[in-house]
């Protein structure tokens, strides 16, 4: 069950992180690296998965299988589980701290996330009002997160080879709170067997 916990967490973190409001550092330009990096964070936090999966290069199957699972699971999970994660997008914000692009053809983008530190908000409340109601008065508890994108261009078109700085720090504590407080034991049973016979269909 901790391994679901963590899974669960884990995705909700990732969420979180790829909310829009990235600042603009140079012109939003057809298909230029930020342009690319900013449809895919867009396409990831609206559920639209196939947009997401064309802008990852061909060679990081690793991207792709994940946003395929993450798809599946967005998919099957409980309804309050996933409002949880959306008001958690909500309160997102990024900023693109450097864009640089060396002679390997590559573009590397920094991007620094204020994101909600959900192991303190759930240390104060899990409901969704009460939630608001801190971030409405400046209470919520924030942390800072450094993220990068390694862009390269495919066909001519920019598409995303790497991302690092994207999983959240004690993913398996913060999800066992996460699972525990908001569904029973009959619902984490049902999604941790989804999981599973998802997981073993894939390695077949």
């Keep these: ?69 993450l798809n599946f699971v967005t998919s099957v999970a409980p309804e309050k589980l996933i409002s949880i994660i959306h008001l958690a997008h909500s309160f997102t914000r990024h900023q693109v701290v450097q864009i640089d692009l060396p002679d390997d053809g590559t573009a590397v983008i920094n991007v620094e996330s204020t994101v909600p530190d959900m192991e303190k908000v759930f240390e104060i409340t899990h409901s969704e009002y009460e939630i608001k109601s801190l971030y409405d008065n400046g209470n919520l508890p924030l942390r800072q997160k450094q993220g990068t994108f390694i862009l390269g261009k495919e066909n001519n078109i920019w598409k995303i080879k790497e991302m690092e700085g994207t999983s959240g720090d004690s993913a398996s504590k913060i999800a066992m709170d996460l699972a525990e407080k908001l569904l029973s034991m009959e619902e984490s049973q049902k999604l941790d067997k989804e999981i599973r016979n998802y997981q073993n269909k894939k390695r077949s």
């Design 1 to 69: 069950m901790k391994r679901l916990f963590s899974l669960i967490l884990f995705i909700a973190i990732i969420l979180a992180t790829l909310q829009s409001g990235t600042k603009q550092v140079f012109s939003l330009q057809k298909d230029t690296p930020e342009v690319v990096m900013r449809k895919y964070l867009d396409a990831v936090i609206s559920n639209d998965y196939q947009t997401a999966y064309t802008l990852v290069s061909d060679q990081n199957e690793d991207i792709r299988e994940w946003l395929e699972f």
